[in-house]
């Protein structure tokens, strides 16, 4: 594994480094681990395990790093999202804009970013 600047480790410990059941924080080696395990899940072939050491060693040499919300939430027991991006739309009607306001509180709990889609809402000056 590549070294990783003091810095570096500073991060992970106060942003993506799990707790363990017993108490004590994953190690970054730990980490790419569960985040290699988690992604290679996805692959439908025999040798997922295969996958798990490439996704691992691509992360170890810092070659490839996933976006945050991967690093934090693959393989995690919150089960959380790995995507960062989401675009929500809002619907003309003020159960659905304060439903997109819910949604994106639970988008952005688990590390995600949220843009919004006004193009249901009616123009300014229109009957309701």
Same mark, same amino acid.
Not at 43 to 68: C, G, I, K, Q
């Given at each position: 594994?590549?070294?990783l600047?003091d810095?570096?480790?500073?991060?992970?410990?106060?942003?993506?480094?799990?707790?363990?059941?017993?108490?004590?924080?994953?190690?970054?080696? %730990?980490?790419?681990?569960?985040?290699?395990?988690a992604?290679?899940?996805?692959?439908?072939?025999?040798?997922?395990?295969?996958?798990?050491?490439?996704?691992?060693?691509?992360?170890?040499?810092?070659?490839?790093? !996933?976006?945050?919300p991967?690093?934090?939430?693959?393989?995690? !027991?919150?089960?959380?999202?790995c995507?960062?991006?989401?675009?929500?739309?809002?619907?003309?009607?003020?159960v659905?804009?304060?439903?997109?306001?819910? %949604?994106?509180?639970?988008?952005?709990?688990f590390?995600?970013?949220?843009?919004?889609?006004?193009?249901?809402?009616? !123009?300014?000056?229109?009957?309701?």
């Amino acid at each position: 594994m590549t070294v990783l600047s003091d810095n570096a480790i500073e991060v992970l410990q106060r942003r993506y480094l799990l707790k363990k059941a017993d108490g004590s924080q994953e190690t970054p080696s %730990d980490m790419f681990h569960r985040v290699a395990l988690a992604v290679a899940s996805a692959e439908r072939y025999p040798e997922n395990h295969t996958w798990e050491t490439v996704f691992y060693n691509m992360m170890a040499r810092l070659d490839f790093l !996933p976006n945050s919300p991967t690093l934090m939430n693959a393989g995690a !027991p919150s089960g959380g999202t790995c995507s960062a991006c989401y675009v929500l739309a809002i619907p003309d009607s003020m159960v659905g804009i304060m439903q997109a306001a819910t %949604d994106q509180a639970m988008i952005e709990k688990f590390g995600g970013g949220v843009g919004f889609s006004l193009s249901e809402l009616r !123009p300014k000056s229109s009957h309701i």
